[in-house]
């Protein structure tokens, strides 16, 4: 059984770097026609995709996000990651990554369990 | 590119059936057979409902069902239980330089 799991700091300073990532474990990030995303959920707000990226590096962002976000694949060690520089207290959160597939891009049927990361000083 | 537009929040009381509206364009849910819905429970991951439009992953009550009319998709949930009560997401595929578009979600009460 597919897993993934979130790691990273819990806690960001505004206008630091928010660096979070997915391990992968059960299968193989390189193996299938998958991408794999971020997503989160503000408090209070509803579900967001951040981005996703393939095995071959190739990434896709949400436009909201697109010029703020770094998503990473790292195939040896099956992870992928995600950056968000200059944080404010709108980047407050639970992360979630997930695989990202289906023909039209729109399942995301393998999911980490989330992390909260609060923006605060 | 904006968000699919789905109604705030839904109720109903057990054993009724309830309809979640989800509203994009022609370069979204009008113009694809790409339509997926999402459950998600506070504290838990969101979990896939229904794929593609009307499929159900394997799992699914076959209580939830989907469909779609022009730029409209739209999420049925028959016989509502309390454990229903939840979050619900549409996704679709778009045409824009990007994967994929969300709702805006909904909230499902049930009274």
């Known amino acids: 059984q597919l897993q993934l799991q979130e790691s990273g700091p819990g806690l960001v300073k505004p206008s630091e770097t928010l660096s979070l990532t997915c391990t992968v474990s059960g299968g193989s990030i390189s193996r299938g026609t998958y991408y794999w995303g971020w997503l989160r959920q503000p408090p209070g707000k509803g579900l967001e995709w951040i981005g996703s990226i393939y095995n071959n590096g190739r990434a896709f962002f949400n436009p909201s996000l697109k010029s703020r976000v770094t998503i990473s694949v790292d195939t040896s060690k099956n992870q992928f990651s995600l950056k968000l520089p200059s944080v404010t207290a709108a980047d407050t959160a639970v992360y979630y990554c997930?695989?990202?597939?289906?023909?039209?891009?729109?399942?995301?049927?393998?999911w980490g369990q989330g992390t909260v990361v609060t923006v605060s000083s | 590119q904006s968000a699919l537009t789905q109604p705030a929040s839904v109720s109903g009381s057990p054993g009724q059936s309830i309809t979640i509206s989800c509203t994009g364009t022609?370069?979204?849910?009008?113009?694809?057979?790409?339509v997926s819905w999402y459950q998600h429970h506070p504290g838990n991951a969101p979990k896939l409902m229904i794929y593609d439009v009307t499929n159900r992953p394997s799992g699914v009550s076959d209580r939830f069902s989907g469909s779609k009319s022009g730029n409209t998709a739209s999420l049925t949930i028959s016989g509502l239980q309390a454990e229903d009560e939840a979050d619900y997401y549409c996704?679709?595929?778009?045409?824009?330089?990007?994967?994929?578009?969300f709702g805006t979600g909904t909230k499902v009460t049930v009274l």
């Open positions: 996704t679709s595929y778009t045409n824009s330089d990007t994967l994929c578009v």
């Open positions: 022609s370069s979204d849910v009008g113009g694809s057979d790409y």
């Open positions: 997930a695989r990202h597939g289906g023909g039209g891009w729109t399942i995301f049927d393998f």
